[in-house]
């Protein structure tokens, strides 16, 4: 696998439908597709097909809520196990946290956005801005962000490719 996503957790909508990113102010299925970070367009009815491009999506805490504000200490205790189980069985090449709040809760620390100097079980760590709607911080900010972390994906294939061979 070459990139695992880690969300913080479900928005309500997102379970209603079964899918990730469902919420409507959500950009991160067009912004995945214009950074290059997959070839071609998809939106929530279709992420299971991430996986054709060795993609793969989780999140931080599995419960879902309106907001990030309902989620207890707990909630993360029990997803830092949980994802780090995940993470060392699937063993990506790179682990993107879409957003700093779901990288700094499973780290324990803050962090700024981009790569991030510790691995995490062999793999590189990128911090992106969230893609939720409720994130100020703007498209193109989040979109060159996105933009970085697929030349780090491309970089990392690459140099594994290498050492195959």
Not at 50 to 62: M, N, Q, R
Not at 81 to 107: C, D, M, R, W
Not at 148 to 163: N, S, T
Request: net charge positive; hydrophobic share 35%.
């Amino acid at each position: 696998m070459k990139l695992v996503i880690v969300g913080c957790n479900p928005s309500e909508s997102s379970v209603r439908v079964g899918h990730y990113y469902a919420g409507r102010g959500n950009e991160f299925w067009p912004i995945l597709y214009e950074s290059g970070v997959v070839p071609e367009p998809f939106d929530y009815h279709d992420d299971k097909r991430v996986i054709e491009f060795g993609v793969g999506l989780t999140d931080l805490v599995k419960r879902p809520t309106k907001g990030i504000e309902e989620l207890k200490r707990e909630d993360y205790a029990e997803g830092r196990i949980v994802l780090s189980q995940k993470l060392e069985e699937y063993a990506p090449h790179v682990v993107a946290f879409n957003g700093k709040l779901t990288y700094e809760q499973f780290a324990q620390r803050k962090c700024k956005f981009g790569i991030q100097k510790e691995l995490l079980y062999g793999a590189r760590v990128y911090v992106l801005p969230s893609t939720s709607g409720a994130n100020a911080i703007g498209r193109s900010e989040k979109l060159r962000h996105f933009r970085k972390l697929a030349q780090l994906v491309a970089r990392i294939c690459k140099e594994h490719e290498a050492k195959a061979h």
